[in-house]
T-cell receptor, first 117, second 113 residues
Framework: AQKVTQAQTEISVVEKEDVTLDCVYE???????LFWYKQPPSGELVFLIR??????QNEISGRYSWNFQKSTSSFNFTITASQVVDSAVYFC??????????????FGKGTLLTVNP | NAGVTQTPKFRILKIGQSMTLQCTQD?????MYWYRQDPGMGLKLIYY???????DKGEVPNGYNVSRSTTEDFPLRLELAAPSQTSVYFC????????????FGPGTRLLVL
């Protein structure tokens, strides 16, 4: 069965600090997708990034970057120079391609990031 | 393009009452989902649909029912509400072309007293 672990329940940083959110996944499949979502205090879920299992290139988008390492089954998310607006719960999710069910996501429990001014 | 919309935003139910949570998407996605989010527990899949007329159970389907008569709509029915159903409910949709990225509605907060 697939599983996503976000070991950091809560992280608190001061503005302008860099912060890394960890995500470790388990899957028996060779084809899968990994996702990060942001849930700000307003409650909606915002899609941030998708990565498929055949693409191990790291991605950078502004202050956000993602490090995908199949060797350690990790898909970590780094925010550089954090800002108060980054305060949110961040979810990592996994979608397997096993049995044609690759449209279903398994979510981690989330990491609450608080950025203090 | 409104994306995924949900109504109501908030509702209080008494134990034993029933209600329907509405979900509509205008992106012509064939896959739709219902999740519940409990504090500190992430999201759990209740039901999903791979197209009009086709639905299937997720991880936590007990106490809920769904139907999918059109591509756009995927209502979630709660029969005989119980306090354990107090939660935030999210509807989402996806399609193959976006590599299964799910796009979420704003959520419905339900309180059962």
């Amino acid at each position: 069965a697939q599983k996503v672990t976000q070991a950091q329940t809560e992280i608190s940083v001061v503005e302008k600090e860099d912060v890394t959110l960890d995500c470790v996944y388990e899957t028996r499949d060779t084809t899968y997708y990994l996702f990060w979502y942001k849930q700000p205090p307003s409650g909606e879920l915002v899609f941030l990034i998708r990565r498929n299992s055949f693409d191990e290139q790291n991605e950078i988008s502004g202050r956000y970057s993602w490090n995908f390492q199949k060797s350690t089954s990790s898909f970590n998310f780094t925010i550089t120079a954090s800002q108060v607006v980054d305060s949110a719960v961040y979810f990592c999710a996994l979608s397997e391609a096993r049995g044609g069910s690759n449209y279903k996501l398994t979510f981690g429990k989330g990491t609450l990031l608080t950025v203090n001014p | 393009n409104a994306g995924v919309t949900q109504t109501p935003k908030f509702r209080i139910l008494k134990i034993g009452q029933s209600m329907t949570l509405q979900c509509t998407q205008d992106m012509n996605h064939n896959y739709m989902y219902w999740y519940r989010q409990d504090p500190g527990m992430g999201l759990k899949l209740i039901y999903y649909s791979v197209g009009a007329g086709i639905t299937d159970k997720g991880e936590v389907p007990n106490g809920y029912n769904v139907s999918r008569s059109t591509t756009e709509d995927f209502p979630l029915r709660l029969e005989l509400a119980a306090p354990s159903q107090t939660s935030v409910y999210f509807c989402a949709s996806s399609y193959l072309g976006a590599e299964w990225t799910q796009y979420f509605g704003p959520g419905t907060r339900l309180l059962v007293l």
